[in-house]
C-alpha cells in the first residue's frame, strides 16, 4: 500500500486501434463518454473516475508491441515511479525505456499496463 494507507490508482485506460474514428464514437454516442479533446492521433474521452484514450496503432510514442496489442492498456498511478520502474525492470516485466514520467510494463499472462507517478492524494472514500 502506498502512503496513508492508499495504494496505486487507476489511470487512463488506452485502446489502441486501426479504427480510431470509429471507435472514439463507438464510446462517445454508444457508451456516452464525453470528449475532453481529439485529433488525428487520439481522442481523450472523459467518464466520472478515468479517461479512455483511444489513439491510433501508429503513436510514436508508445513501444510498437504495446500498441498493436488488442484489448486496453489500464495506467496505474503509483506514489514512487522510480522504484516500482526498479521493481518492474527486476521481475523481467518492462517493455521498452523509462520514459522519465511513466513505463510500460507486461503482466505474467501478457497484459500490458502503463505506470506514472500520482502526484495528487484522493482522500474520498
Known amino acids: 500500500m502506498g502512503e496513508e494507507g492508499h495504494g496505486p490508482k487507476v ?29 488525428h492521433d487520439a481522442a481523450w474521452l472523459e467518464t466520472s473516475n478515468a479517461d479512455v484514450v483511444v489513439h491510433a496503432r501508429e503513436d510514436t510514442q ?5 500498441s498493436r496489442a488488442p484489448g486496453f492498456v489500464v495506467w496505474f498511478g503509483v506514489a514512487h515511479l522510480d522504484e516500482t520502474w526498479e521493481r518492474a525492470r527486476k521481475a523481467g516485466a518492462t ?31
Not at 479504427?19 to 479533446?37: H, I, N, P, Q, W
Not at 508508445?62 to 504495446?66: D, K, L
Not at 522519465?100 to 472514500?125: K, L, T
Open 11 to 39: 489511470g487512463p485506460v488506452f485502446a489502441f486501434t486501426a479504427k480510431r474514428a470509429d471507435v472514439e464514437t463507438f464510446y462517445r454516442d454508444v457508451v456516452g463518454l464525453a470528449v475532453r479533446s481529439s485529433d
Open 95 to 125: 517493455v521498452g525505456e523509462f520514459r522519465g514520467d511513466h513505463f510500460f510494463a507486461r503482466d505474467p499472462d501478457g497484459r500490458y499496463v502503463g505506470v506514472y507517478e500520482e502526484h495528487g492524494h484522493d482522500h474520498d472514500h
Open 62 to 66: 508508445t513501444p510498437r508491441e504495446v
